[in-house]
Structure formats: structure tokens, C-alpha cells
């Protein structure tokens, strides 16, 4: 029956009724339809949440204890055994099963002190469809299910066979979503697989792209030697990004670059970037820049000399300690003074000149440096 009779036989049984009232009836039913939808719509999701934790266990149930017995075995077994031993037949999922099954078999390849047999695991996730269902989800138009879809195929990376799978996201008009598939590009692609570093990688380049460029080159460093990423460095716009590019040089010891990181300090006008070309410079042990790094140490403002400092503490020299005793004795600024103090420890090896100009120390508080520097790495 229309709903509208209910309205108008309301508002027939209340009229003359004072104003109060017949706000106070209106109000009342809104609450009782709010109520019933309320009621309605919590059945609804406790049927939902019991079925899918029974589709759980039943996952759990029929496939845990045979998943482990494939992944962590030295055998690596024929498709055919391994079809065998999940007692399943192929294409019987259903596609409600697929996420469970997805996130049982990440739970059990991520098992505590149990070496994985990668091409076992490689094989069930074939044998089990799991790339094309997520795949099939990163093509629809769902921005929810397209993110999820991206998380779990990056999950189950080692069967991802190219980069043309999340391709057709690099363009789209969500950043986060646009970021994440080209990190993704990167990861799986085969061929031209660094082209998005290209152009500061995106707009807006921020700390979570950061994590997963490190992410996807750590991975792709496992499988071969990375190009040299002083070329996106050399070209990139962006401060933050170029920072990010120089830091991966020294994360990924890449020392070819040693001589271009050189002359980008000389020509840099941004202390960022200057600050983190030493302090890359450093970790990669680049003797070579020693005369660069102490020519314009007196023009630079103190948060680059930080990083200076901390560089020469790194570098095999008798050229950087002698520089580091310099500014040792011509620095007032507490902070600055710890970290050279603390940057003749590492590069004095006998500890000769350490010694000494701990002797020479007369104030309380440079005395209290040297005590803490060397106890500090002395527990290292």
C-alpha cells in the first residue's frame, strides 16, 4: 500500500491537535522509521559478517594445513602433485572465496621460521587463479576495490608476469591510486620498467611514495643490478624527490656516482639538496670529495656543515680528520661540537688524535662530549 495514505491519514488524525503535538508525533515516526531501517539494515550485516566468517573457516579448514605442507618443504612438486595434494579441482572457486584464500595463503607464506619454497608457492597462486581475480578488480570502476586490488597483487608479486597489468591506472585521476601503479609498474614491468621515475615521479611526492619506490627498488635490486639513479636526480625539479633520489644512490652503494654527485654539490643552490649529496657522499666513503666538501664549509648554513661533518666521519682520510681537528677547535656551537667530536672517533682509527684532544679539553662540558662519544660507540 502506498505510504503516502500513512502520511495523510496521520496528518488527518492530528489536525486541529496542537502545534506541539503534532510536531512531537512527527518526530516519533521519523524515529520509528529510523529505528526500523536501523534494525533492518543491523540484521543485514550480521547475516553478511556470519557468512563470510563461515566461508573463512571453511577456507581455512580445507586449505591451511595443506598450503603449509607445499610451502615449506624442500621438494619443489609438478603442478600436477600440487593439484593432488589441495584436492582441488580448477576453476571450482567461487570468486567470494577468493579474497579469504587470498589472505590464508599471505598468513601461511608469512609463517614465523619457515623457509618458503618459492617455486611451490609460485605454482599454487597459478593454480589457484588468484592473479587474474585481483586483476580483474584493478579493471573495474571501484576506487575501494581497485586500492585493495593493487595492495594484494603487489602481495603476491612473485606471479605477477608483467607491468601491463596495472598499466592502465598510471593515468588515472586519483593521485594516491595513480602513485601506487606506477610504483607497481615499476616493480613488475619487464621492459622500461624506470620510465616514471622521469618527470619528479608525480605531483605532490610525499613520504608513503618515498616508502614504496625504496620498496620496489629493493625488490627489482634482488633480481639484477639498478640503473644508475643519478640520472633522474640530475633532471628532477622537485627538492624533496631529488633529495629522495640522492639518498638511494648511498642506500643502493652506488659509487659510479660518485664523481656527478661531486660536481651536483659544487653547482647546487638548495641547502636540502646540498645537505643530502654530503651526507650520500659520506656513505658511500667518496675520498675523492674530501676538497669539495671543506672548500665552502664556511659559507653554508649549519644544518649542510651537519651533515659535512658526519661525512668526513666516514671517509678513510688523514686529509678529513685533519680538517675535522680544525673545526674542532674553532666551533663554539654545542650541537655541531658532538657531532665533530663524535666524527673524529669514527675516522681516527689508532684513536691518537681522539686521545689527545680529549687530554686537551679543559671546560666540563667538551670533557662530557669525549666521555659520551666514546662510550657511545663503544656499546655500538
Known sequence: MDIKYYLYYLDSRFT??????????????????????????????????????????????????????????????????????????????????????????????????????????????????????????????????NKQALRMLEELSKNIPDGNIVAHRVQGRNHDLRKHSKSGYMRFATYDAFKFLEDDFDKEFNSLDEMRIHATLEERSKQRPLPLLIRWGYTAKNEKYKCFLIKEIGLFNQKESGAQLVEMYQQE??????????????????????????????????????????????????????????????????????????????????????NRLKLKATDDFLSSVFIHVEKSNETK
Open 16 to 145: 486541529g491537535f496542537p502545534l506541539i503535538i503534532r510536531i512531537a508525533v512527527f518526530f516519533v515516526t521519523l524515529l520509528a522509521i529510523f529505528y526500523i531501517i536501523s534494525m533492518l539494515r543491523f540484521f543485514i550485516i550480521m547475516r553478511r559478517q556470519r557468512r563470510t566468517e563461515k566461508i573463512n573457516k571453511d577456507i581455512s579448514d580445507r586449505f591451511e594445513e595443506k598450503l603449509k605442507s607445499i610451502f615449506f618443504t624442500r621438494q619443489s612438486f609438478p603442478r600436477e602433485v600440487i593439484i593432488n595434494k589441495l584436492e582441488f579441482r580448477q576453476d571450482s572457486l567461487k570468486n567470494r572465496e577468493k579474497e579469504p584464500l587470498t589472505d590464508l595463503l599471505l598468513s601461511v607464506k608469512k609463517t614465523e621460521g619457515q623457509a618458503l619454497n618459492e617455486y611451490n608457492y609460485s605454482e599454487v597462486v597459478e593454480v589457484l587463479g588468484l592473479v587474474g581475480y585481483w586483476e580483474g578488480l584493478l579493471r573495474k570502476n571501484n576506487l575501494k576495490k
Open 269 to 354: 643552490k638548495g641547502y636540502a639538496v646540498k645537505a643530502q649529496l654530503a651526507e650520500t657522499l659520506g656513505i658511500l666513503k667518496y675520498n675523492d670529495a674530501i676538497d669539495v666538501l671543506i672548500a665552502d664549509y664556511g659559507l653554508i648554513p649549519q644544518s649542510v656543515q651537519e651533515r659535512v661533518i658526519e661525512a668526513m666521519g666516514n671517509m678513510d682520510s688523514p686529509k678529513a680528520l685533519a680538517f675535522l681537528e680544525k673545526v674542532h677547535e674553532e666551533t663554539q656551537e654545542g650541537i655541531l661540537q658532538i657531532k665533530i667530536v663524535d666524527s673524529i672517533y669514527k675516522s681516527d682509527k689508532d684513536k691518537h688524535t681522539f
